[in-house]
């Protein structure tokens, strides 16, 4: 618990604060938060909380930034339901144009949709298949 009369304050106007030499103390500053000895009695700490620390760290290419931009079928659904709402004939989405690289399965479709897509997955395929749909393929 802490008190009112640390030694610090005890010792103000002392000379070496109980320190005995004046220089003992000197110049030693703290000792921060130094990485040192993590190949030595550091060790456990590294390879309990940075198991990373000693791996290499190499450059990500800068020019290499394509990400294929994915859309699941259940988002799918939603834009069909509102072009569906604007026409009422048969629904057909170029998901390259909306700037969609991949069709994937995850969620339902019960609308009859014809997408225009570059890539798509199997269970995709199935589930526009099963809802009376079709995948068109690009063949430019």
């Known amino acids: 618990m802490p008190h009112k009369l640390r030694k610090i304050r005890k010792k103000r106007g002392s000379r ?3 320190y005995g030499r004046v220089g003992q103390h ?3 500053g703290s000792k921060g938060g130094r990485k040192v000895g993590r190949h ?3 060790w ?4 309990r909380y940075e198991p990373d620390y000693f791996k290499k760290k190499r450059l990500k290419s800068l020019t290499d930034k394509s990400e294929i931009r994915t859309i699941n079928l259940k988002e799918l659904e939603e834009i069909a339901l509102q072009e569906s709402s604007r026409k009422g ?3 057909i989405l170029d998901l390259e144009k909306m ?6 399965g995850a969620g339902k479709i019960s609308l009859p949709v014809s997408v225009k897509v570059p890539a798509w997955s199997e269970t995709a395929q199935k589930k526009i298949e099963a809802a009376g749909g079709e995948i068109l393929m690009d063949h430019s």
């Open 99 to 104: 700037g969609y690289d991949k069709l994937l």
């Open 16 to 18: 070496t604060q109980g």
């Open 26 to 28: 000197r110049k030693s």
């Open 40 to 42: 030595k009695h550091g």
């Open 44 to 47: 456990s700490y590294v390879h």
């Open 89 to 91: 004939r048969k629904i």
